[in-house]
């Protein structure tokens, strides 16, 4: 089974601070995401990266950074944390295929909940 | 740009009952279609897929429909069971951005009512 572990599941921070989040796969996943998760508002991807030291801006990306020096971890940074950041964070991993077949599955972990107060 | 988009944000569903969530898109260049599930506190977890060269697909209780020409999916579970209330999102990526990336959908709370 393919585990996705975040490090926090509920986070506060005051605005301002710089705040680490921090994503670990156990399946050698080549690809992995950063989404947060608002009401109304789905599932957005913020950053991603297809492999160590390569990351990809994805729709909102403003206001955060990424980092992948191991395959295995991937972490989100608040450069300076705002309240319009408080949200519920998600990291998926996965491994690249074909079109059209299992391996396109991402594998999400449980979540960080942030408040940024 | 709302891409992928499900304009239900809630269903209630009888138990035994057939649910079915709709999702609409915009992107001729998407291919690949998912549904995810997700339970509050926990991550989405992957349900059914659906390639663009297919109109169906089925796998026990969930069927995935595909009508490119109106660019609709929809997800039918049937019988609907209680263990089905959950946020369903629907999702789409493309093969000419090697399908790392997908675009979610803005999710549909179900609820079966026992």
């Known amino acids: 089974d393919v585990k996705v572990t975040q490090s926090s599941r509920y986070l506060v921070k005051r605005t301002g601070e710089k705040v680490f989040l921090e994503c670990v796969q156990d399946m050698d996943h080549e690809n992995m995401f950063w989404y947060r998760q608002d009401p109304g508002l789905g599932l957005r991807l913020i950053y991603f990266?297809?492999?160590?030291?390569?990351?990809e801006k994805g729709d909102i990306p403003e206001g955060y950074s990424v980092s992948r020096e191991k395959k295995e971890r991937f972490s989100l940074i608040l450069e300076s944390a705002s309240t319009n950041q408080t949200s519920m964070y998600l990291c998926?991993?996965?491994?690249?295929?074909?079109?059209?077949?299992?391996?396109?599955?991402?594998?999400f972990g449980p979540g960080t909940r942030l408040t940024v107060l | 740009d709302q891409q992928v988009k499900q304009n239900s944000p809630s269903l209630s569903v009888q138990e035994g009952r057939i649910s079915i969530l709709n999702c609409d898109y915009t992107?001729?260049?998407?291919?690949?279609f998912l549904w995810y599930k997700k339970y509050p506190a926990e991550g989405p977890t992957f349900l059914i897929s659906?390639?663009?060269?297919?109109d169906k697909n089925e796998d026990g209780r969930f069927t995935v429909f595909l009508n490119k020409s109106a660019k609709h999916l929809s997800l039918h579970i049937v019988p609907s069971q209680p263990g089905d209330s959950a946020v369903y999102f629907c999702?789409?990526?493309?093969?000419?951005?090697?399908?790392?990336?997908?675009?979610f959908g803005t999710g549909t709370r179900l609820t079966i009512i026992p």
């Open positions: 999702a789409a990526s493309a093969k000419n951005f090697g399908n790392e990336k997908l675009t």
């Open positions: 992107n001729s260049m998407f291919d690949y």
């Open positions: 998926a991993s996965r491994t690249p295929g074909l079109a059209g077949g299992p391996t396109d599955t991402q594998y």
């Open positions: 990266s297809y492999d160590v030291k390569m990351k």
């Open positions: 659906i390639s663009s060269i297919k």
